[in-house]
């Protein structure tokens, strides 16, 4: 039957139409956007998974950034601890000449206080972002100073933060409030004259001495004069050497630090990345699927407008036939 009330042919190419329509929106949106899943809308377990995951990328950023702060304390640390082993040892072995028969020891012991000089300044200097980490001048001891390395989430969906720590007492050089503390002041018991190879200490000796600071109980400033005997050299010579292989140790800790930072960098940035392709995978758009269809929803378009202009035609048919 032929109606001029209804058009059915008409509402079914509008219908169509119309569907058409919506399609050429979703795709021209997820084109615009670049993310077929934009909104929880789309799809809301991946839109749920993808937006946690964001948020822990972002959380890792921070992470990264944390890392780097550490390292530029770590590598400020090792600089100073490596200039105080090379002083150290300039030191060791001013003490060595110092045995020579017939040598100045005063002047010697003019070139050590201005070595020991250098070594107050090295550890002063070395402070990042308010932390120094071989010189402690306040009455709290130094102590544990974390670095954050990482976030993670279990399967449960729990977060924590992991954090790397370093114990400052192995590294700090000079401590004013607390001379056995340092390791340039505190006492070095050592073996010398009579009691060498015996296993028995029966001298103590220290490096520096702060000024206004108390020395250790029972030790002895390491100071040349003139009369200063052998053996006495002897012991101030293998109370430096154990200060250095302290110092050594400690130098070999902030290396180990140093390289576990870096390994942590580069982890945390290939987990970033990983993470940013997984949310892509789950949630971006394929730009070559999506434009092909919305090539074929162009030409859906164009005919489902011919159709409906053909469907309004049926009215023009009727009334030519009132016209004859």
Known sequence: MTSILTNSAAMAALQTLRSINTNMEDVQSRI??????????????????????????????????????????????????SSAIEVVSEIKAKLVAARE??????KINKELNELKNQLASAAESASFSGENWLYNDTTTPAGIKSIVASFNRSTNGSVSVTTLDYDTAESILIDTQNSSLGQLTKGVAVEQGAAVGTGTANATYHL??????????????????????????DGMISAVDAMLSNLTDAASTLGAITSR????????????????????RLVDADMNE???????????????????????????NILRLFQQ
């Open 290 to 316: 999506e434009s092909t269809r919305l090539k074929a929803l162009q030409t859906q378009q164009q005919l489902g407008i011919q159709a409906l202009s053909i469907a309004n035609t049926n009215s023009e």
């Open 208 to 233: 520096v001495l702060v000024s206004g600071g108390t020395a250790p109980t029972g030790s002895v400033l390491i100071d040349l004069t003139s009369t200063t005997p052998d053996d006495d050299v």
């Open 32 to 81: 615009s956007s670049g993310y077929r899943v934009e909104t929880a809308a789309d799809n809301a377990a991946y839109w749920s998974i993808a937006t946690t995951m964001r948020s822990d990328n972002t959380a890792l950023s921070t992470v990264q950034d944390a890392l780097g702060l550490g390292a530029a304390k770590v590598d400020t640390s090792y600089a100073g601890m």
């Open 261 to 280: 930072i870096d390994m942590q960098e580069n982890f945390v940035a290939n987990l970033m990345d990983v993470i940013d392709k997984g949310v892509g």
């Open 101 to 106: 028969p017939g040598v100045d020891k005063t």
